[in-house]
C-alpha cells in the first residue's frame, strides 16, 4: 500500500475507532458457541431517510450501518422495505465506507457498494459484495433488531470467530 | 433474502498445504497471486496455517493480506478427492503489494468443478452430429483434423487453411502455447490467413511505434511514481489495469511518491505531487477517480472520434515552438534525415502556428488553450530548467482508432521529441489489455505497408468464400470481431453448407468415411470447416464441426510477462484440466506429429520436415524450445535495445519457480563478460532498436476525413450518433467465466449504453430503460445508462458481452497501412425499445459509476 493511503486512512478511521467502545460487552462471547446475537440497534420511527446510524455488531470490532434508502431494497425492512444495514468494513482491504445517497464509497481504491441492491460492488475493486445484516422489525414497538450477517467480514476468517 | 449464495466463514489452510506462485489471469497489470490447495476435511487453525497470518485477530486495513469469499473454491483432482483451493494477492510482489481488482479478486471462482459454475467446462473433443455435439475420442479428432488439413493443404494449397488464435499471455496462457501454435500454423501450415484473437489480421497493433526502433513495452511500474506526468491516451487505466492505477497512479497523484522521487531525481530537481492528463472523449472513471484526489492535477482533453494524431501533433508542434526539446538528444539519438519529413508532414513548420493550431481545434474539437496546457504538462521544463518527466500510455482508444499507424506513431513522436523515454518517470507505450507472452517463428508478413505489409484480411477472407478450414482459438470472432453480425452471418452460412452436404445420407461416426465426406464436400460446395479449440463452449462454436477442449489456467505450466515491467512469472499449475482436456501446446504438436505421419508414410519428405520439431513431452521443453528464436542474446547493458523485447533465452521453469511472485523482467540479457543472466527495468537509455540505434522519424499523413465505410453516415439524420465502445471494470473479454459468476452477471446483465442527459431526454430513455441501437451494419439491444461520462452527441456501448455485441455496429474499415480495424469510431441511430424489460433489471445497479462524490 502506498503510504499516502495508509495515512489517509488512520484519518478517517478515529471517528469509527471510537464506535468500537460503545457496543454491548456481552457479543465477544457469542463467538465461542458460534451463533448471531440479537442486538437491538435502532428504532424505525427514528430512522430518517437517507440518515444513517452508525452501530457495531455482531461484536465491538465490526462497525455497521443502518440505514433507511427510501425505496424498496433487497433484504429491507418496514413498510416500503426500505430499511437495511451494512458492514461498513470495506470488503476489499477493509478501508473504512462512506453511506452517501444509496451507496457506500470507499475512497482507499474507490469501491462503490448499492446498498439497495445487496451490497453489490457496482464499481471498483471489491471482489465480495459488502456484508449485510439480516434484520428483525418488532412491529409493536418498532424496534430494529441485529440477528445476523449474510457475507464474511473482511478481515475475519469467520464472522463469529475472533478471540 | 441475499441475490447470491454467501458464506460467513473460510476453510483455513493447514501450514503444510500445497503451495504455488502465479500470475492473475486475467489483464496487463498482471498480479501476483499465491495458491494453496489442501484436502477438504483437513484444516490449519487460527494461530498455526500455511498464510501464517494470525486469523483469531481482526485483520488490520490495508495489511496486503486478504482473503474473502471469492478468493475460495473446491476442486476434484483426477484421483476424485476434493481440496480446498485458495487464490490469494500476493503481498511480496511489487506490482500489487496484496492489493487486487473485482476481476483477479474471482479467480478462485473460475476452477473447474463437477458440480459448481464452471461444470460446462469442454472435457472431450466434440464433432457435430446431425442433432447437435457428441463426444469422441483425442485419436479420432487429431486423425480428422490432421487428415483433413493434409488434404486440404495438398489440393488447395496451404492457404485453404485459415486460422484465428490469440498470440498472449495471462488468460491465454503464454509463451509455451504461442509456441506450440507458432509451429504448427507458421512454420508447419504456412498459410498467409493467420488472424490474432479478435482482429482481422495477424499483425502488431504498435507498428507506428516498433517502426521508429521503440518497442511499445519500454517502462516500468515505478516510471508511474516517479513521472511528473502521467498522460493517459484511450486508456482507462482506472477499468482496465486496474491494479497498475491504484498502485502506482493513484500514489503519485496523492503525493505518496515524492520520497521516491527525491532519491532517484537529480540533486535540487523538483519532486511534486504528480499530475495527469487524461486524453479520451468520455468523462470515464479513471477521470472521475483522478478529479477526486486532486480536480487541480487533472487535465481532461477529449478529442473528435478519431482526430487524435492531429492532436499529438499539435501538442509535439507547440513543444517545439517553445523549445520544449533537447537538441543535444535529438542530433544524438534520433535520425535527423528523416526528422525532416516529421518537420514538414507533422509539425508542418511552412504554416503559421496560429494556422496550424486553427486546423488542428477545427478538426479535434480541442481548444487552442487545453492544447498549450496540455503540452506544457507533458514538455515544459521544471523550475531550474530540469527535464519534465513525462509518462504516455495509449492503449485501445489509440490502436483501435481510425489510421492505426499514423496514430501511435504521432504519440511515440511527440515523447521522443520531448525526451520523455528511458529516463526514470519517463516511457511511452501501451498500457495494455491482456499480459503477453509472445514467441513465434518469424510472421508471413513482418511490417506495415512501409516494411513489406500490409497483412491479409483474414475476415473478408473467409466471409467472401475463401479457405476450407477455419481454426479458431480462445477467441470468439461471433462477438468480438468488427462488423461482427456480416461475419457471423456469412461464416453460418458456409458451415450450415458443410453441414448439410454431410447430413444428407447420415453424417458416417467413422473417421474415415467422415473425412473422405467432408473432403468431398470441400469439391462440391463452398462450404468451411470450422475448428474451435477453446475451454468453454462460445457464441462462435456453434457453427463448428469440431470443438477440442483446452486447459485454462492453473491447470498446465505457463509463463507470461506483464505489460507495465515486462516482468516474467510462472503460472504454475495447481489443478487438474478436466476430463480429457489438453494445453493448446499440446493439441497442436498431437495434430502436427499426425500430420508429420501422414507426409512421411507419403514419401515426402519435405513436408514431413516442416512439421517436424513438436515432440515436446513437457511445458518445460516448449518454453525452452520457443527461446532459440530470440537467437543470440549476450549483450551490456548499453546494448539491450537490439534484444526482441520478450527475450527470456536462457530462463527456465525450474529457475522461475525458484524466483516466484519476484520475477526477471524481460529482455533478459546475458552478461558477456560474466555469463549472468540479467533482466531489463527500463528501456532506450541508450540506443533505440533499429540498425543504427536512432530513432527514426515519420511524416504522418494530414487530416483527410473519415474513410468511405463511416462517410456514407455523416450527413444522415437516422444515424445522429457518434458512437465508440470500451471495457466495464467487472468482466473480463467475452465474459467467458465471468456470465457464469452470479455476481459479476447480476452486476453487468446485458450489454449497455452511456448517453448524455441532454440526448437522453429527446428519446425520452431513462436509466434502467432498453434502447436498440442500429446503424446499416447491424444493432443491439442494450440497458441504459444516463450520465455524464458521454458528450452530446456520442453514445458508448460495451464492445461485447454474452448476451450481444456491439461489434455488431462497427465498420469493415482497417487502417491501410496496418489492417487493423477502427473499433472504437462509428455512427448509430439510438431507439427506445418497447419490448418487456428483462427481469435483470430488478437486481442490476442502476447507480452511476463515475460519480464517487460524498458531498
Ligand atoms: S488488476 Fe488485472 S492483473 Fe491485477 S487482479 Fe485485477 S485483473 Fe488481475
Ligand atoms: S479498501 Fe480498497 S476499495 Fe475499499
Known amino acids: 500500500m502506498s503510504d499516502i493511503s495508509r495515512r489517509k486512512f488512520l484519518q478517517t478511521t478515529s471517528a469509527s475507532a471510537l464506535l468500537l467502545f460503545s457496543g454491548l460487552g456481552r457479543e465477544s462471547q457469542a463467538a465461542s458457541v458460534q451463533s448471531y446475537p440479537s442486538k437491538k440497534i435502532g428504532n424505525i420511527k427514528n430512522l430518517k431517510v437517507n440518515e444513517p446510524l452508525a452501530f457495531n455488531y455482531p461484536d465491538n470490532n465490526s462497525p455497521c450501518v443502518l440505514v433507511n434508502v427510501g425505496k424498496e431494497a433487497s433484504g ?9 444495514s451494512f458492514s461498513t468494513r470495506c470488503t476489499h482491504m477493509g478501508c473504512p465506507l462512506t453511506y452517501n445517497n444509496g451507496r457506500l464509497v470507499c475512497k482507499c481504491h474507490y469501491s462503490m457498494f448499492d446498498v439497495s441492491r445487496n451490497g453489490q460492488t457496482y464499481q471498483g475493486l471489491a471482489s465480495q459484495w459488502v456484508a449485510q445484516v439480516v434484520l428483525r422489525l418488532d412491529a409493536a414497538t418498532g424496534n430494529i433488531y441485529a440477528e445476523g450477517v449474510e457475507g464474511l467480514i473482511y478481515g475475519r476468517i469467520g464472522n463469529l470467530k475472533l478471540s | 433474502m441475499s441475490l447470491t449464495k454467501r458464506k460467513d466463514t473460510l476453510p483455513i489452510p493447514p501450514v503444510d498445504a500445497e503451495r504455488y506462485t502465479t500470475v492473475c489471469q486475467y489483464c496487463s497489470a498482471g498480479c501476483g497471486y499465491n495458491v494453496f490447495v489442501w484436502p477438504e476435511k483437513r484444516s490449519g487453525t487460527a494461530k498455526s496455517n500455511a498464510f501464517h497470518v494470525d486469523l483469531s485477530k481482526q485483520g488490520d486495513i490495508m495489511s496486503g493480506f486478504s482473503y474473502t469469499e471469492t478468493m475460495h473454491n473446491v476442486i476434484t483432482r483426477k484421483n476424485g478427492n476434493r481440496y480446498n483451493l485458495a487464490i490469494i494477492p500476493a503481498k511480496e510482489s511489487r506490482i500489487n503489494k496484496g492489493d487486487y481488482s473485482i476481476r483477479g479478486g474471482t479467480n478462485a471462482l473460475t476452477a473447474y468443478t463437477p458440480t459448481g459454475v464452471t461444470k460446462d467446462r469442454l472435457k472431450y473433443p466434440l464433432l457435430r452430429k446431425e442433432n447437435g455435439f457428441v463426444a469422441i475420442s483425442w485419436d479420432h479428432a487429431v486423425e480428422i483434423i490432421a487428415t483433413l488439413t493434409k488434404k486440404s493443404m495438398d489440393k488447395y494449397g496451404a492457404d485453404s487453411v485459415a486460422m484465428k488464435f490469440y498470440d498472449h499471455g495471462s488468460s491465454g496462457l503464454g509463451f509455451e502455447d504461442n509456441w506450440g501454435a507458432g509451429k504448427f500454423f507458421l512454420t508447419g501450415v504456412k498459410t498467409q490467413y493467420l488472424s490474432i484473437h479478435n482482429r482481422p489480421a495477424y499483425n502488431s497493433e504498435v507498428w507506428g511505434s516498433r517502426e521508429r526502433g521503440m518497442h511499445e513495452l519500454n517502462y516500468d511500474v515505478d516510471d508511474a511514481r516517479l513521472a511528473d506526468t502521467i498522460v493517459l491516451w484511450g486508456a482507462n487505466a482506472y477499468e482496465g489495469a486496474t491494479i497498475f492505477y491504484t498502485e502506482h497512479i493513484m500514489p503519485n497523484l496523492q503525493g505518496g511518491s515524492i520520497d521516491e522521487k ?29 478529479q477526486d484526489i486532486s480536480a487541480e492535477r487533472v487535465l481532461h482533453l477529449r478529442p473528435n472520434l478519431g482526430t487524435d494524431w492531429i492532436l499529438a501533433n499539435a501538442l509535439a508542434r507547440i513543444a517545439w515552438e517553445n523549445k520544449w526539446y533537447d537538441n543535444d538528444y535529438l542530433q544524438k539519438r534520433t535520425d535527423m534525415k528523416t526528422f525532416e519529413d516529421y518537420k514538414s508532414k507533422s509539425l508542418e513548420l511552412a504554416k503559421s502556428l496560429s494556422a496550424f493550431l486553427a486546423d488542428a481545434e477545427k478538426i479535434t474539437g480541442v481548444s487552442r488553450k487545453e492544447m498549450e496546457e496540455a503540452a506544457a504538462w507533458i514538455a515544459k521544463p521544471k523550475a531550474g530548467g530540469f527535464k519534465r518527466r513525462t509518462l504516455t500510455l495509449y492503449e485501445k482508444g489509440i490502436i483501435w482508432n481510425m489510421k492505426n499507424y499514423d496514430q501511435v506513431a504521432a504519440i511515440a513522436q511527440l515523447n521522443v521529441l520531448t525526451h520523455n523515454v528511458g529516463r526514470p518517470g519517463t516511457g511511452c507505450g501501451r498500457l495494455g489489455g491482456h499480459q503477453e507472452g509472445y514467441v513465434r517463428p518469424g510472421a508471413p508478413t513482418p511490417g506495415s505497408i512501409y516494411a513489406g505489409g500490409p497483412p491479409k484480411n483474414v475476415d473478408k477472407y473467409v466471409t467472401g468464400g475463401g479457405g476450407k478450414i477455419y481454426w479458431v482459438g480462445a477467441t470468439d470472432p461471433y462477438l468480438s470481431t468488427p462488423n461482427s ?12 453448407d458443410l453441414l448439410d452436404y454431410l447430413d444428407n445420407g447420415g453424417i458416417p461416426s467413422d473417421p474415415k468415411a467422415y473425412i473422405a465426406k467432408v473432403l468431398e464436400a470441400f469439391e462440391k460446395t463452398d462450404g468451411l470447416f470450422m475448428v474451435v479449440q477453446d475451454i468453454y463452449k462460445t457464441h462462435t462454436s456453434e457453427d463448428a464441426m469440431l470443438i477440442l477442449p483446452a486447459a485454462g489456467w492453473g491447470e498446465a505450466v505457463d509463463t507470461s510477462i506483464n ?5 516474467l512469472r510462472i503460472y504454475d499449475k495447481f489443478m487438474d484440466a478436466p476430463g480429457e482436456a489438453l494445453p493448446d501446446w499440446k493439441i497442436l504438436a498431437l495434430v502436427g506429429n499426425k500430420i508429420k505421419a501422414l507426409y512421411t508414410a507419403d514419401g515426402n519428405k519435405e513436408m514431413a520436415a516442416r512439421f517436424s520439431g513438436m515432440e515436446w513431452k513437457t511445458d518445460a521443453e516448449v518454453f525452452a524450445d520457443g527461446a532459440q528464436e530470440f537467437g543470440d542474446n549476450r549483450a551490456t547493458e548499453a546494448e539491450e535495445a537490439r534484444l526482441s523485447a520478450e527475450c527470456y533465452k536462457g530462463v527456465t521453469h525450474e529457475m522461475l519457480r525458484k524466483l516466484g511472485n519476484e520475477g526477471i523482467q524481460t529482455p533478459v540479457r546475458q552478461d558477456p563478460a560474466t555469463g549472468k543472466l540479467f533482466g531489463t527495468k527500463r528501456r532506450y537509455q541508450h540506443t533505440f532498436a533499429s540498425k543504427d540505434g536512432l530513432f527514426k522519424w515519420y511524416g504522418t499523413d494530414a487530416w483527410t476525413g473519415y474513410p468511405a465505410e463511416i462517410a456514407k453516415y455523416l450527413d444522415n439524420p437516422t444515424y445522429p450518433y457518434w458512437f465508440t465502445t470500451g471495457r466495464s471494470q467487472h468482466v473480463w473479454q467475452t465474459m467467458y467465466h465471468d456470465k457464469r459468476i452470479p455476481e459479476k452477471l447480476m452486476t453487468v446483465p446485458l450489454p449497455y449504453l452511456e448517453i448524455h442527459p441532454d440526448d437522453a431526454s429527446k428519446l425520452s430513455l431513462n436509466t434502467g430503460d432498453m434502447a436498440e441501437v442500429f446503424n446499416e451494419e447491424g444493432s443491439c439491444l442494450a440497458l441504459v445508462y444516463v450520465n455524464d461520462a458521454t458528450k452530446p452527441g456520442l453514445v458508448f456501448g460495451i464492445m461485447f458481452h454474452a448476451k450481444g455485441t456491439m461489434n455488431n455496429l462497427t465498420s469493415s474499415y482497417t487502417d491501410p497501412k496496418t489492417t487493423i480495424p477502427w473499433y472504437k469510431g462509428t455512427k448509430v441511430g439510438v431507439k427506445k425499445y418497447y419490448g418487456k424489460l428483462d427481469d435483470a433489471i430488478k437486481t442490476v445497479s442502476l447507480l452511476s459509476n463515475n460519480d464517487f462524490r460524498t458531498q
Do not use: W, Y
Not at chain 1, 76 to 84: L, Y
Not at chain 2, 485 to 496: C, E, G, I, L, P
Open chain 2, 485 to 496: 453480425k456480416f461475419f457471423k452471418k456469412s461464416v453460418k452460412k458456409r458451415a450450415t
Open chain 2, 262 to 290: 527525491k532519491r532517484e531525481f537529480a540533486s535540487g530537481e523538483p519532486a511534486d505531487e504528480g499530475r495527469i492528463v487524461i486524453i479520451d472523449p468520455r468523462k470515464n472513471a479513471t477521470t472521475t477517480v483522478s
Open chain 1, 76 to 84: 429491507g425492512i418496514g413498510q416500503g422495505k426500505s430499511v437495511v
Open chain 2, 563 to 567: 505489460c507495465h515491467s515486462r516482468l
